[in-house]
């Protein structure tokens, strides 16, 4: 399941995650966000070891400008609560997926 969070809850379920998470910055009116949404439902399910969350940009313009994110979608991967890599736009499933299983 992809946990939705807000400028609230960002630090305790991101920065303070001792794993791997990823975040999903996205806006409801964007195409490719609407895209990649599923294969980030697809791989919360698949990858165990993994947090997957979203961030609307719109709804946390706060978040979106401390990570500095001016396109969407941008998909950050943090690890014990550091962005260690960072992925921007529409990529395929098994892509996105090895980019979070090399960091677990």
Same mark, same amino acid.
């Given at each position: 399941?992809?946990?939705? #969070?807000? *400028? /609230?809850?960002? @630090?305790? $379920?991101? %920065?303070? @995650?001792?794993?791997?998470? #990823?975040?999903?910055?996205?806006? &409801?009116?964007?195409?490719?966000?609407? /895209?990649? =949404?599923?294969?980030? $439902?697809? %791989?919360a399910k698949e990858v165990a070891n993994a947090k997957f969350t979203k961030v609307d940009v719109d =709804?946390?313009?706060? +978040? =979106?400008?401390?990570?500095?994110?001016?396109?969407?979608? &941008? #998909? /950050?991967?943090?690890? @014990?609560?550091?962005?260690? *890599? &960072? #992925?921007?736009?529409? /990529?395929?499933? *098994?892509? +996105?997926?090895? =980019?979070? &299983?090399?960091? +677990?």
């Amino acid at each position: 399941m992809v946990q939705h #969070l807000s *400028e /609230m809850n960002f @630090n305790q $379920e991101v %920065l303070q @995650n001792k794993g791997v998470v #990823l975040v999903d910055f996205w806006a &409801t009116w964007c195409g490719p966000c609407k /895209m990649i =949404a599923p294969i980030v $439902e697809d %791989l919360a399910k698949e990858v165990a070891n993994a947090k997957f969350t979203k961030v609307d940009v719109d =709804a946390n313009p706060t +978040l =979106a400008n401390r990570y500095q994110i001016s396109s969407i979608p &941008t #998909l /950050m991967i943090f690890k @014990n609560g550091a962005p260690v *890599e &960072t #992925l921007v736009g529409f /990529m395929p499933k *098994e892509s +996105l997926k090895v =980019a979070v &299983t090399r960091h +677990l």
